[in-house]
């Protein structure tokens, strides 16, 4: 009874949200991250692995909020449009460069090298550094960056407030449980060599079969039936609230500076050139 009156509440509450979108979206993304990521150290600890909780829980945080200020476009709106930051984090996420919000796989390559070795400082050689460094890795990995992808799907029909962003994001999830569910019922009733034991006896594999085919199936209905437009284009009702409600998308001459715009006939090398040395020159007027 518990469990049905919590769904009750909490389904339609994360329609709501997801439908909203926004900072209220990324918050609860960073909340689901953080639990989950506290509950995987939890198991590994209970097996004597003690990996670094607030780095970890951290990193957990920062995949979905990153992916926010990417996915969401906040990045872009804040620095072209500065005037917008209506808060004190807002204008200090406005002081940064639109080329750095672009170095984030260069930043992501480096967080293996930072968790390594904040391990190997703060851990002792008999308290399994490498497992430890491996638990650390894993968890945000596992369990905040798989979410963030939640974001990037409901931003692909747009920032604005959409039930057709909203079916983007549910519809994996409802496929994911036919599938589970279908697997199970197949598996009970054509039976065969089981699957994984351990973690679901019902299951077989011609059940597993059998709910893969009908995960398929309902996909390619979907599809045809509700018009699902393809990836990154906006179903229609996104497209008219984008329309009414947001600003036209930021162009080159909108980012870059009028002394920085390159003539048609100018490749990106002399551009980046020209940035390289126009920012020079601002930091050696500043020391000056």
């Not at 968890?139 to 029909?157: D, E, K, M, S, T």
């Not at 983007?168 to 039976?191: E, H, N, Q, R, Y």
């Amino acid at each position: 009874m518990t469990r049905v009156l919590v769904a009750a509440v909490a389904i339609p509450l994360a329609l709501l949200i997801v439908w909203y979108g926004g900072l209220p979206l990324a918050l609860l993304v960073i909340l689901v991250a953080v639990l989950a990521t506290r509950e995987l150290f939890d198991l590994a600890e209970k097996t004597g692995v003690r990996p670094l909780r607030g780095l970890g829980v951290f990193l957990a945080a920062l995949a979905p909020f990153t992916t926010w200020l990417l996915a969401g476009g906040k990045a872009t709106e804040l620095v072209v449009q500065p005037a917008a930051a209506d808060s004190a984090a807002s204008r200090a996420l406005a002081d940064i460069p639109l080329w750095l919000f672009m170095q984030w796989p260069l930043a992501g390559a480096l967080i293996p090298i930072g968790v390594l070795t904040a391990v190997l400082w703060k851990r002792a050689p008999g308290d399994r550094p490498l497992a430890a460094a491996a638990v650390t890795l894993f968890a945000p990995l596992y369990c905040g960056v798989l979410p963030a992808a939640l974001l990037v799907i409901r931003y692909a029909a747009g920032p604005g407030k959409s039930w057709g962003a909203t079916w983007l994001v549910f519809f994996p999830l409802v496929v994911t449980w036919l599938c589970d569910s279908f697997a199970m019922w197949g598996g009970k009733a054509i039976g065969g060599p089981k699957l994984m034991p351990t973690v679901s006896p019902g299951k077989t594999r011609e059940g597993l079969l059998g709910g893969m085919l009908t995960a398929i199936i309902v996909v390619v209905v979907a599809v045809v039936m509700f018009k699902i437009a393809p990836f990154g284009e906006a179903p229609a009702d996104s497209r008219q609230t984008q329309t009414n409600e947001l600003q036209p998308q930021p162009t080159l001459d909108m980012v870059v500076p009028q002394e920085l715009s390159p003539m048609p006939t100018m490749d990106m090398s002399y551009f980046c050139a020209r940035a390289a040395s126009l920012e020079s020159d601002r930091c050696t007027s500043a020391f000056r």
